[in-house]
C-alpha cells in the first residue's frame, strides 16, 4: 500500500522508531496523525523539518487508557470532517508502534511495571484497534500496524513481561491478519531486533546487531507498502529467535540459564 494522499495514523510518534517513521512520512504528500503523550517532542522535531509535505495533525493520548483513545478518537474525526482537499478523511494506515520496556532485576519484581507494560504493549493497541475497525470494516478497506518484537518467541530472564507483551501482541495481531482478510484489511506485524533508541539506551548489555533507527524505520515503511503480513529485522536475529521459539524447553532452558544475564 503506497502512502501517497493517505491518511496514517501513528503512535509512539514522539521518540526513536516512531519519531524517524513521522519524519519520513512527512516529506510525503499524506495525511499523517501524530499520537504520544509528549507531544511537546513531536511539535519539536517537526519544527526543525523543512519542506514538509504531509498534512501533520498532532493528538495527545495514553494508549493504555480506553477513555484517552476514544477522546483521541473523536478529536480525529472532528478535525477531519473539516477538510476539503482530496485525501479522505478515513484512516488508511494506523501503525500502532507505542511500547514500554523494563528490564528489572527478581528482587525488584513490581506488579505495577507488568500493569504498565500490558497497558501500553498489548491494551494499546487493542483500544486502537477497537476504534478502527468499525470504519475500516465498512469500508472493507485499510490496514492496521502493530509493533511487537523479535523478543516475543522466548520468555527472557529480567523481561518477562516485556516477551510475554510482545507475544500477546504477536498473536493478536496473527488473529486479527486471518479474521479480516475477507474484509480486505490488512494486517502487519513489525517484530525488529535491537534498535538504537530510547528504550534500549538503558540496556547495560551489549547488544547485537544495534541498528541505527533511521534503518528501522526504512525497512517498516518499505515493508508496509509491499504489504509483508510480517517485517521481521536483522536476518541473524530473526534465525535466532525462531530457533529458540522451536527448541524444546529443556533444551533452551539449559542453555538460557548458563548464560549470565545483566
Ligand atoms: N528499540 C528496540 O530495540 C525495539 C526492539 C523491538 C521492538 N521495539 C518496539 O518498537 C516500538 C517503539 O519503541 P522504541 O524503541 O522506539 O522506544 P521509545 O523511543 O521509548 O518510544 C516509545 C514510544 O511509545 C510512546 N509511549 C509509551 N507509553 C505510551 C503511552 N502510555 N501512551 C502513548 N504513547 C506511549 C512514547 O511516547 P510518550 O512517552 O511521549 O507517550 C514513545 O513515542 C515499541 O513498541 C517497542 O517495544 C523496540
Not at 501482541?169 to 517484530?191: F, S
Amino acid at each position: 500500500m503506497e502512502f501517497k494522499n493517505k491518511t496514517i495514523l501513528l503512535t509512539g510518534a514522539s521518540t526513536g522508531i516512531g519519531k524517524e517513521i513521522a519524519k519520513k512520512l512527512a516529506m510525503i504528500s499524506c495525511r499523517l496523525i501524530l499520537i504520544a503523550r509528549r507531544t511537546n517532542l513531536i511539535e519539536e522535531y517537526l519544527s526543525a523539518i523543512n519542506n514538509k509535505r504531509a498534512d501533520i495533525e498532532v493528538i495527545q493520548c495514553d494508549v493504555s487508557k480506553k477513555e484517552s483513545v476514544i477522546e483521541s478518537m473523536i478529536k480525529i474525526k472532528t478535525r477531519l470532517a473539516d477538510r476539503q482537499d482530496k485525501i479522505k478523511n478515513n484512516i488508511d494506515i494506523a501503525i500502532l508502534n507505542a511500547g514500554i520496556s523494563y528490564r528489572t532485576d527478581i528482587t525488584e519484581l513490581n506488579s505495577k511495571h507488568a500493569e504498565e507494560i500490558f497497558g501500553v504493549n498489548v491494551m494499546g493497541i487493542i483500544y486502537w484497534v477497537e476504534q478502527l475497525l468499525p470504519d475500516m470494516l465498512n469500508r472493507k478497506d485499510g490496514m492496521i500496524v502493530g509493533v511487537s518484537s523479535l523478543a516475543d518467541s522466548r520468555g527472557h530472564a529480567k523481561s518477562e513481561f516485556y516477551c510475554a507483551s510482545k507475544s500477546a501482541a504477536t498473536k493478536i495481531l496473527e488473529g486479527l491478519r486471518v479474521e479480516l482478510h475477507p474484509y480486505n484489511i490488512k494486517v502487519v506485524t513489525v517484530k525488529p531486533g535491537f534498535v538504537e533508541t530510547p528504550m534500549t539506551a538503558k540496556n547495560k548489555f551489549k547488544m547485537p546487531l544495534l541498528m541505527e533507527p533511521e534503518k528501522a524505520a526504512d525497512l517498516i515503511l518499505s515493508g508496509i507498502e509491499k504489504e509483508k503480513p510480517v517485517i521481521a529485522f536483522p536476518l541473524p536475529i530473526v534465525f535466532a529467535s525462531w530457533l529458540g521459539g522451536i527448541l524444546p524447553s529443556r533444551v533452551y532452558e539449559f542453555f538460557a540459564k548458563r548464560v549470565k544475564v545483566r
